[in-house]
């Protein structure tokens, strides 16, 4: 039997480690393009792993799936639009809080994902202990500790999205950001609406597309446009909205992304231990003090005078060595002397 080709794509910040990760799964094989009618750039490359064909797709960098940028609207439409079998959310270990807004995100979406915990190096060396089998329980979904530049992890890497394409793998879950009951209730409501026409739930989860029409996404009004109820589900946003806004006096995206970083802190606390830095840290900690603008040329001084009264106070037994030394040679030629 010939399994269908597994579709990767490569999400995450700015930066992270993306293109290095997707070099280091592709190789060689990969042909770069542009994204239709626009200059930003396609990379795409082919693989075979454990008996599967695999085609990566490379993503520009984002911070959030809204759609304000070009970056986020390629990477928001390539997931929603051409549904990728498995994203690959590459994440900076050393950034673990800021990069993991994203994963809320596509776990929003219900995007079947493996994260690349990358930078993996640079995480240990600021003192971070993560327990990435914990984490991916949190999370939902499988995480592979990786560092793109020296090709480590990138085997597991593909062990992992292979397992998730084939709904193998015991980590992947579906699991929900929690909101807070008030939010959850509001949520509710608006997929209570949205369920009255049943072609919006198979094209979409109702969940993501209330939370993204809460949170005032226009790309995500757009799409709602297509269908006939879509007046008086926007009619329940509305209404949701105003109920939240005046009930927590805060805008909705913002009582939203809060949730969201609630939602990362408690899995950051349960998941990463920070223990003192490498020695590196600890000499840079020293070269800081010694070159301050302050402290530098007292210490200097200080230095230079301890080595000054160091010569003396070592330089005497030499003395007294060479002095006792050199005393019985003068009795002795004195003997000698006429
Ligand atoms: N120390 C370390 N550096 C890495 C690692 N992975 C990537 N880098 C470096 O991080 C920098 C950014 O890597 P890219 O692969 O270009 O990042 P990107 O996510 O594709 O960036 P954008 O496409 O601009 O969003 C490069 O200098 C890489 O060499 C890693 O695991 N460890
Ligand atoms: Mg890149």
């Given at each position: 039997?010939?399994?269908?080709?597994?579709?990767?794509?490569?999400?995450?910040?700015?930066?992270?480690?993306?293109t290095?990760?997707?070099?280091?799964?592709?190789?060689?094989?990969?042909?770069?393009?542009?994204?239709?009618?626009?200059?930003?750039?396609?990379?795409?490359?082919?693989?075979?792993?454990?008996?599967?064909?695999?085609?990566?797709?490379?993503?520009?960098?984002?911070?959030?799936l809204?759609?304000?940028?070009?970056?986020?609207?390629?990477?928001?439409?390539?997931?929603?639009?051409?549904?990728?079998?498995?994203?690959?959310?590459?994440?900076?270990?050393?950034?673990?809080?800021?990069?993991?807004?994203?994963?809320?995100?596509?776990i929003?979406?219900?995007?079947?994902?493996?994260?690349?915990l990358?930078?993996?190096?640079?995480?240990?060396?600021?003192?971070?202990?993560?327990?990435?089998?914990?984490l991916?329980?949190?999370?939902?979904m499988?995480?592979?500790?990786?560092?793109?530049?020296?090709?480590?992890?990138?085997?597991?890497?593909?062990?992992?999205?292979?397992?998730?394409?084939?709904?193998?793998?015991?980590?992947?879950?579906?699991?929900?950001?929690?909101?807070?009951?008030d939010?959850?209730?509001?949520?509710?409501?608006?997929?209570?609406?949205?369920?009255?026409?049943e072609?919006?739930?198979?094209?979409?989860?109702?969940?993501?597309?209330?939370?993204?029409?809460?949170?005032?996404?226009?790309?995500?009004?757009k799409?709602?446009?297509?269908?006939?109820?879509?007046?008086?589900?926007?009619?329940?946003?509305?209404?949701?909205?105003?109920?939240?806004?005046?009930?927590?006096?805060?805008?909705?995206?913002?009582?939203?992304?809060?949730?969201?970083?609630?939602?990362?802190?408690?899995?950051?606390?349960?998941?990463?231990?920070?223990?003192a830095?490498?020695?590196?840290?600890?000499s840079?900690?020293?070269?800081?003090?010694?070159?301050?603008?302050?402290?530098?040329?007292?210490?200097?001084?200080?230095?230079?005078?301890?080595?000054?009264?160091?010569?003396?106070?070592?330089?005497?037994?030499?003395?007294?060595?060479?002095?006792?030394?050199?005393?019985?040679v003068?009795?002795?030629?004195?003997?000698?002397?006429?």
């Open positions: 039997m010939k399994t269908r080709e597994i579709t990767v794509g490569l999400v995450g910040n700015p930066n992270c480690g993306k290095t990760i997707f070099n280091a799964l592709t190789g060689a094989r990969q042909k770069v393009a542009n994204w239709s009618g626009v200059t930003v750039e396609k990379r795409e490359g082919r693989l075979k792993h454990a008996g599967a064909a695999i085609r990566v797709i490379d993503l520009p960098g984002i911070y959030s809204t759609s304000y940028s070009m970056e986020e609207i390629i990477t928001r439409d390539f997931i929603i639009d051409d549904r990728p079998d498995v994203i690959v959310n590459v994440v900076d270990a050393g950034n673990l809080e800021r990069n993991l807004y994203l994963t809320t995100q596509l929003n979406i219900g995007a079947r994902s493996v994260i690349a990358n930078m993996f190096d640079e995480a240990a060396n600021k003192g971070l202990v993560i327990d990435s089998e914990r991916g329980t949190l999370l939902g499988p995480v592979v500790k990786t560092v793109g530049t020296r090709s480590i992890g990138i085997t597991e890497l593909l062990d992992r999205i292979v397992q998730v394409a084939q709904g193998a793998d015991e980590t992947a879950r579906h699991i929900h950001i929690p909101f807070g009951d939010v959850e209730a509001e949520i509710r409501a608006i997929q209570q609406k949205m369920r009255e026409d072609t919006i739930g198979k094209r979409y989860s109702t969940r993501w597309l209330s939370v993204r029409l809460l949170e005032r996404d226009t790309d995500a009004v799409k709602l446009k297509a269908y006939p109820g879509h007046e008086t589900i926007m009619e329940q946003v509305a209404k949701s909205r105003a109920v939240l806004e005046k009930h927590f006096d805060d805008d909705i995206e913002t009582i939203i992304s809060d949730r969201r970083y609630g939602f990362i802190a408690g899995a950051v606390r349960e998941s990463v231990k920070k223990t830095p490498r020695r590196v840290d600890v840079d900690k020293i070269d800081r003090v010694i070159t301050n603008r302050y402290l530098g040329f007292p210490i200097l001084f200080l230095f230079l005078w301890a080595l000054f009264h160091l010569t003396f106070a070592l330089g005497e037994y030499p003395m007294n060595l060479i002095e006792s030394g050199v005393h019985p003068g009795l002795a030629v004195e003997r000698l002397m006429p």
